[in-house]
């Protein structure tokens, strides 16, 4: 922020401006070529990525932009953007898949909005537009879908989703913060920005990017008037006016632009060539998984992710320990109604060659296949399927925690290297119990 400027002044002149700094025309100039102002085709950007992320998503004219802190406060503005757009409306509601990002649970609790979930297609992992369409009611104020969704990497059918929720004027809100930079630099992968009828706003964040992003998010809606609902204000003190664009508070327009920008480092081009790497490995992951006994793609990849789940006796936690073991980053997904346990991997330009990961993922299913699932203690199962989850606090539940491997010491929690029985103990637990105990490792960390 500069200097001799107060954050009330910034707002205001960000509020009069109808394109951000970076761009002085409209992100699609004649053709539908994106136009903005810098150099960031071939070497590295100075571009606000606000003018970025507008010329990557077919802004139109008109459209609002901010830079927020991060994806979950990004959620927390559009439900409350979404909830003020119809203060007539009792007890709203957000419409979502059921793969939407845990962000968006977070928003809907934080803005006392209700969070309606819509099962998605049980064998594509896509949310389901006419299931969708089905459950907007008179109270639905918002509905959100994914490019990509977090769990499994695969694009929601944005225009078909629209379409239903337009049909009733219902805003459609498009989470890309996972990957969303890279996916929106990938010609041909899915149809999700303004060009689409109906969606409202978009968020592209800085989650599983290919390359360096400084960690920018960028939250974008369709017109001004859209944008007015996340603002708050207070004339009526003794102090000077004051305008907060979100709760953060100083989060929204703080972030240096040019420092946030995601293709700083590389450059468009540069960018664009890591996006198009990781996508490729992926895709080429997905297809060797098939050849590896005991392992299956749960989905086939739309964006830089991608998941995979076991088959016969082979167990993925065993083999997500057995791939960290050879310092390979994964993260664990817990089944999820009909959904089995899977194991994520996220691509980018830092990640291992797909031949070895493959190499890795074949010796790891191996191990698993020979081991067999992982079991967790059957007396702290059985004790925590009866257990009352608010009792769970203080020393019982660091009891639990000893019992279960992980030992509270001086310095915090220490986890046991090898994770997949307590894994197996989350799996079979109560989801209050779940909540409960992963709250209290993180609290201890």
Do not use: K
């Not at 197996?424 to 119990?433: G, H, M, T």
């Amino acid at each position: 922020m500069a200097a001799g400027r107060d954050r009330t002044d910034v707002v205001v002149t960000l509020e009069r401006s109808r394109y951000p700094p970076g761009m002085s025309e409209p992100p699609t100039a004649a053709g539908g070529a994106p136009r903005h102002t810098g150099s960031a085709a071939d070497g590295p950007s100075s571009v606000d990525p606000r003018a970025l992320a507008a010329a990557l998503l077919r802004a139109p004219v008109g459209y609002a932009a901010s830079l927020v802190s991060d994806a979950a406060e990004a959620a927390l503005l559009v439900a409350l953007a979404a909830r003020r757009a119809r203060p007539g409306v009792e007890r709203p509601q957000i419409l979502a898949p059921t793969t939407v990002h845990a962000d968006v649970h977070r928003a809907a609790w934080l803005a006392g909005l209700e969070l309606a979930l819509v099962d998605v297609n049980p064998t594509t992992l896509r949310a389901d537009p006419v299931a969708m369409g089905r459950a907007v009611t008179e109270r639905t104020v918002l509905v959100v879908a994914s490019a990509p969704t977090y769990p499994h990497g695969v694009l929601d059918p944005i225009r078909d989703i629209a379409e239903a929720a337009e049909d009733f004027d219902i805003p459609v809100h498009v989470d890309a913060t996972c990957g969303g930079w890279g996916l929106a630099q990938l010609p041909g992968v899915g149809d999700w920005g303004f060009g689409v009828p109906g969606v409202s706003s978009v968020t592209l964040g800085a989650r599983d990017e290919p390359a360096p992003t400084g960690r920018a998010t960028a939250l974008l809606y369709r017109s001004l008037p859209m944008r007015h609902g996340q603002f708050w204000a207070q004339v009526d003190w003794p102090g000077p006016s004051v305008v907060h664009p979100s709760p953060a508070a100083d989060g929204a327009f703080a972030a240096t632009p040019s420092g946030s920008d995601p293709t700083l480092v590389l450059g468009t081009a540069g960018y664009t060539a890591a996006a198009r790497r990781a996508h490729a490995a992926a895709a080429e992951v997905a297809a060797g998984v098939g050849g590896i006994p005991g392992l299956r793609v749960l989905a086939e990849p739309d964006a830089m992710v991608t998941v995979v789940a076991a088959t016969g006796p082979a167990d993925v936690y065993t083999v997500a320990d057995e791939m960290r073991a050879r310092g390979h980053a994964v993260s664990v997904q817990l089944p999820f109604r009909d959904l089995p346990a899977s194991m994520r991997v996220a691509w980018t330009a830092a990640s291992a060659d797909p031949a070895v990961v493959l190499g890795d993922l074949s010796a790891a299913a191996a191990l698993a296949l020979a081991s067999g699932p992982a079991r967790p203690d059957p007396t702290l199962d059985a004790m925590l399927r009866g257990v009352d989850s608010s009792t769970l606090v203080g020393d019982t539940v660091e009891a639990v925690l000893a019992a279960a491997g992980l030992e509270v010491g001086e310095c915090g929690l220490r986890l046991p290297a090898r994770m997949a029985p307590v894994y197996a103990l989350l799996a079979s637990a109560p989801v209050a119990v779940r909540e409960a105990l992963v709250v209290a490792v993180v609290e201890r960390l």
